[in-house]
C-alpha cells in the first residue's frame, strides 16, 4: 500500500471489536466491515482462503456456512489462528480451524441446517495477508433441501440484510462468470441496500471456465453492466484441484499466469486478481473507516454520558457495610417520599416531556375532565323541556293549571342536583388512579430491591382505596346537602320575576362573551389525497367562531367557521391511522367548510379529543344525541304543548338553568377541594409519617433489602461496559481523523441492476459477433461447462449482426474505481454468448 499510518487503523478497529464483542449485541455499534455476498458455490469460500492462503472454512454439499463469519486479517511474522469463544487458544493446524467452526456453529444452530445471526469471531494472523476485516455470509440460496427450513430463503435474506444495510459496511458481490450478471442476486441485494453504489465492490469468480472464445473484458473494464466501483477479476481452484490439495500459493501462480496470457485480460492484468483485490478492498476500508471515525467518537461519547450517573452509583456500593441496609431503607423511602411529592406538586427535577402525569394530570381532571362532565348532562335541551312539561302536568292533575307551580321547578332541580354524583365520584376515580400511577412511576427507583418495591406499593395503594372510600362518601354528602334544601333567596338567581324576559342562550353568551377560550394544533382528517390530503393547522376557538391558521403566528388565517347551529360527534378510529378524530356539523344539514357536510380533526390522544370537547362545551357546541333523540321521536312527535305551557316550560327551564348554575359552580369548587384535602393531602402525609413504620412491621429488614439478580448482573455489566466505553475511546483519541481519504468515483449508469432482464443495446461504433458455443477450455470434477456472462446482441432467432471494425471508444472515467486502465490497440469487442435455455 505505502501508506502505512492508513494501513495502522485497521488493528484499532479490530481492537474496538474486541471490546464490543465481549459486552454482546446491547452495545454493539456498527463497524466498519466488507460483507461478502454471493450465491451457494458463487466462489466466496475460495476468495477468503486465497486471502489467508490456507484451507481453513467448511465445505460440503447444501448450505455449509450457517452463522456470519467476521474474519479479520492481521499482518504479523506468524501464522496462527484464534477465536474470541476460545481465548488465550492458538490454532496453528488450520483443519483444527475448519473443525472449531463447524463445531461453534452446531453448538448454536444445532444440526438440523439451521442458521443464527450470531457471529464467530476469527482472528487470523499471518505474514502472507493484508489488515482486512470480512464478514463471510451464509449463500443465497432458493429451495430447502433435506432438513433445512421452509423459510430458508427469507432466513438468509434477512440475516444479510441485517449486516449489507449498515450504511457503513462496505459489500462485495461476489458472482460467477458462468452465470447471468444482470440476474446476480448479490447485486441485487446491494443495489437495494446502496443505491449509489458507493458501498458496493463487484468480483468476478469463475473465469477460467467460459467458453473458448469468449471473455468477460467489457464487464471488468466497467463497460458492460457498470458498478460506481467496478469490477475485480479472480481464478480460483476447481474442485478438483481442492480435493487434490493444490497449494494455494500455486494456486495464485496459476491465476497470475492466466490474466497475463489471456488475450482478454493481458492488459488489464495488473487489476486483476486476488493480490489485486486484497490491496481494494484494504484501501477501501480504510478510506471508509477513516470516514466514519468521528461519528464513532460521537457515539462513543453518547453512550458514556447516558451510563456515566448509574455508573457513579454502582461505584459507591459497598456490600460489606454492616448498616448498609439499614441507611439504604432510610434514603429509599425518603426519596419515594420527595420523588411522590414533586411529581403531585409539579417541582420535580426530572419533568416528563412526553406526557402529562402526577399534578398536571389531576388538574387537568379538576378543572377539564370535571367540567366537561358536567356541561355534558346540559345539553338535551328537547329532553329537559319534555320533562319539566310532564312535571306541570303531573302536578296539575286533572285540574288546568293556572300559574307556574313550585313543585315543577324543585322535582326538575332536584333531578338535575342528583345527576351531579356520576362526575363527581367519577372525578374521584380519575384521581385514585392517577395517585396509583404516580406511585408505580415513583417506585421504579426501588426495582433494585424488588420485596421493597412491591411493598411500598402495595402498602400506598391499599391507603388510598382506603381514603377513596372515605372521599365519595363526602362528595355523596356534598350532593345531599344540595340536594336537602333548594335556596331560591340566592342572590344570584334570577326568580321568577325575571325568569320570563331571560333566555338561557343568551344569558350564555353574554357571560362568554367573544372571547379566546382555546389554541392549539388540530389535524383536519377528511381533505381528500387529490387536494393535498390531511394538514395540521392551528386552530383558535372564541365564544362565536372556529378560526384555523397556517401556524401559530396567526398571520395566515385560513377560514373561519362560525359556531351556530354546530354540534360535535365522536368519528370512530381509522385502523391505519393513531390518531384520534372527532367531527363538527351543522344541524340545519348545511356544509360546513366548502363542499364537506363535515369537518374531521384529528387529535393524538383521546385526552385531548375530550378537552377540545370541553371547549367546545363552553363555547356552547354540544355533543350529538341524535341516535337518543331518535329513539323516542315516536313519543315527541305525539306530545304537543298549548301557548300557556310553552309559557310556563320556558319559566321553569329558564328557573332550573339559573338555580343550576349555581350549583354546578358550587360544585365544581367543593368537589376538587374535598378530594384533595380527604386524599391527596393525605396520601402525603401518610407517606411521610407512617410507610416506614408500616414497612418495618411488614417483613424483616434483611428480606425487604435483598438486592435482585437482576440488579446484580446490570451492576456488573455497566461497569463493564463502562470500561469498554473508555477502552475504545483512549484507542480512537490519538487517530487523526482529519486526514482526506481517497474520493469517490463518479456516478455510472447501473439501471441495469433496476431492469435485470433488458440488457443495453450494442454501441454502433463496438458491434459485437455471433454468440459462439464452443466447449469450455478444461472441464474439471465436480464443476462442468457453463456459459458465460450474457451478451447484450441480438435474440435468439434474430439474424447475425455483420462484424464491422471500428475505432474502441475511450475508457469511461469512471470505468474502474482503481485507477485508469493503460492504453491498448483498437481491436473489436467480442462478446460472451448468452445462457442457452
Not at 129 to 136: G, K, Q, R, S
Not at 362 to 390: C, G
Request: aromatic share 6%; net charge neutral.
Amino acid at each position: 500500500m505505502g501508506n502505512r499510518e492508513m494501513e495502522e487503523l485497521i488493528p484499532l478497529v479490530n481492537r474496538l471489536q474486541d471490546a464490543f464483542s465481549a459486552l454482546g449485541q446491547s452495545c454493539l455499534l456498527e463497524l466498519p466491515q466488507i460483507a461478502v455476498v454471493g450465491g451457494q458455490s458463487a466462489g466466496k469460500s475460495s476468495v477468503l482462503e486465497n486471502f489467508v492462503g490456507r484451507d481453513f472454512l467448511p465445505r460440503g454439499s447444501g448450505i455449509v456456512t450457517r452463522r456470519p463469519l467476521v474474519l479479520q486479517l492481521v499482518t504479523s511474522k506468524a501464522e496462527y489462528a484464534e477465536f474470541l469463544h476460545c481465548k488465550g487458544r492458538k490454532f496453528t493446524d488450520f483443519d483444527e480451524v475448519r473443525q472449531e467452526i463447524e463445531a461453534e456453529t452446531d453448538r448454536v444452530t444445532g444440526m438440523n441446517k439451521g442458521i443464527s445471526s450470531i457471529p464467530i469471531n476469527l482472528r487470523v494472523y499471518s505474514p502472507h495477508v493484508l489488515n482486512l476485516t470480512l464478514i463471510d455470509l451464509p449463500g443465497i440460496t432458493k429451495v430447502p433441501v433435506g432438513d433445512q427450513p421452509q423459510d430458508i430463503e427469507y432466513q438468509i435474506r434477512e440475516m444479510i440484510m441485517q449486516f449489507i444495510t449498515r450504511e457503513n459496511c462496505l459489500i462485495l458481490a461476489v458472482t460467477p462468470a458462468n452465470t447471468d450478471l444482470a440476474n446476480s442476486d448479490a447485486l441485487k441485494l446491494a443495489k437495494e441496500v446502496d443505491p449509489q453504489g458507493l458501498r458496493t465492490i463487484g468480483v468476478i469468480t469463475k473465469l477460467d471456465l467460459m467458453d473458448e472464445g469468449t471473455d468477460a473484458r467489457d464487464v471488468l473494464e466497467n463497460k458492460l453492466l457498470p458498478l460506481r466501483r467496478g469490477y475485480v477479476g479472480v481464478v480460483n481452484r476447481s474442485q478438483k484441484d481442492i480435493d487434490g490439495k493444490k497449494d494455494i500459493k500455486a494456486a495464485l501462480l496459476a491465476e497470475r499466469k492466466f490474466f497475463l496470457s489471456h488475450p482478454g485480460y493481458r492488459h488489464i492484468a495488473d487489476r486483476m486478481g486476488t493480490p489485486h483485490l486484497q490491496k481494494v478492498l484494504n484501501q477501501q476500508l480504510t478510506n471508509h473507516i477513516r470516514d466514519t471515525l468521528p461519528s464513532f467518537r460521537s457515539k462513543l461519547q453518547g453512550q458514556l454520558l447516558s451510563i456515566e450517573h448509574e455508573v457513579e452509583a454502582y461505584k459507591n456500593f459497598k456490600p460489606e457495610d454492616p448498616t448498609r441496609k439499614t441507611k439504604a431503607l432510610l434514603q429509599m423511602v425518603q426519596q419515594f417520599s420527595v420523588d411522590f411529592e414533586k411529581r403531585i406538586e409539579g417541582s420535580g427535577d426530572q419533568v416528563d416531556t412526553l406526557e402529562l402525569s402526577g399534578g398536571a394530570k389531576i388538574n387537568l381532571i379538576f378543572h377539564e375532565r370535571f367540567p366537561f362532565e358536567i356541561v355534558k348532562m346540559e345539553f338535551n335541551e328537547k329532553e329537559l323541556r319534555r320533562e319539566i312539561s310532564y312535571a306541570i302536568k303531573n302536578i296539575h292533575g286533572i285540574r288546568t293549571g293556572l300559574f307556574t307551580p313550585d313543585m315543577a321547578f324543585e322535582a326538575i332541580v332536584k333531578k338535575q342536583i342528583v345527576k351531579l354524583k356520576g362526575p363527581s365520584l367519577k372525578s374521584v376515580d380519575l384521581v385514585m388512579q392517577e395517585l396509583i400511577n404516580t406511585v408505580k412511576k415513583c417506585t421504579k427507583k426501588l426495582a433494585n430491591f424488588p420485596r421493597l418495591c412491591e411493598e411500598t406499593e402495595r402498602i400506598v395503594a391499599n391507603h388510598i382505596r382506603e381514603r377513596e372510600g372515605k372521599t365519595k362518601d363526602q362528595v355523596l354528602l356534598l350532593i345531599d346537602i344540595q340536594l336537602s334544601y333548594i335556596n331560591t333567596n340566592h342572590e344570584d338567581f334570577i326568580g321568577f320575576a325575571n325568569a320570563q324576559q331571560r333566555s338561557s342562550q343568551a344569558h350564555k353568551k353574554s357571560a362568554v362573551g367573544n372571547q379566546v377560550i382555546r389554541k392549539g394544533w388540530l389535524t383536519i382528517n377528511n381533505i381528500g389525497i387529490m387536494k393535498g390530503g390531511s394538514k395540521e393547522y392551528w386552530f383558535v376557538l372564541t365564544a362565536e367562531s372556529l378560526s384555523w391558521y397556517k401556524d401559530d403566528e396567526e398571520k395566515e388565517k385560513k377560514y373561519m367557521l362560525p359556531l351556530d347551529n354546530l354540534k360535535v360527534r365522536d368519528v370512530e378510529k381509522s385502523f391505519m391511522s393513531s390518531k384520534h378524530i372527532f367531527a363538527l356539523f351543522n344541524t340545519e344539514q348545511r356544509n360546513v367548510y366548502k363542499d364537506y357536510r363535515f369537518l374531521e380533526l384529528a387529535c393524538d390522544s383521546q385526552e385531548d379529543v375530550d378537552s377540545w370537547k370541553a371547549s367546545l362545551l363552553r363555547a356552547g357546541v354540544y355533543p350529538d344525541k341524535s341516535l337518543a333523540d331518535n329513539d323516542e321521536s315516536g313519543q315527541a312527535e305525539n306530545f304537543s304543548m298549548d301557548p300557556q305551557l310553552e309559557r310556563q316550560v320556558e319559566t321553569i327551564r329558564n328557573l332550573v338553568d339559573s338555580y343550576m348554575s349555581i350549583t354546578n359552580k358550587c360544585i365544581r369548587d367543593l368537589i376538587p377541594k374535598t378530594i384533595m384535602h380527604l386524599m391527596i393531602n393525605n396520601v402525603k402525609d401518610f407517606i411521610n409519617s407512617e410507610l416506614l413504620a408500616q414497612l418495618y412491621s411488614s417483613e424483616d429488614q434483611n428480606t425487604l433489602m435483598e438486592e435482585s439478580a437482576e440488579q446484580a448482573q446490570r451492576r456488573d455489566e455497566m461497569l463493564r461496559m463502562y470500561q469498554a466505553l473508555k477502552e475504545a475511546l483512549v484507542i480512537i483519541g490519538d487517530i487523526n481523523s482529519a486526514t482526506v481519504s481517497t474520493p469517490a468515483p463518479p456516478p455510472v449508469d447501473d439501471s441495469w441492476l433496476q431492469h435485470p432482464r433488458r440488457s443495453p443495446p450494442p454501441s454502433p461504433t463496438n458491434q459485437r459477433r455471433p454468440t459462439l458455443n464452443a466447449p469450455p477450455t478444461r472441464p474439471t470434477s465436480g464443476r462442468g461447462p457453463a456459459p458465460a456472462i450474457p451478451s447484450p446482441g441480438p435474440q435468439s432467432g434474430a439474424p447475425p449482426v455483420p462484424f464491422r471494425p471500428g475505432p474502441l471508444p475511450p475508457f469511461p472515467s469512471n470505468s474502474d474505481a482503481f485507477g485508469a486502465p493503460p492504453q491498448v490497440p483498437s481491436r473489436p469487442t467480442r462478446a460472451p454468448p448468452s445462457v442457452p435455455r
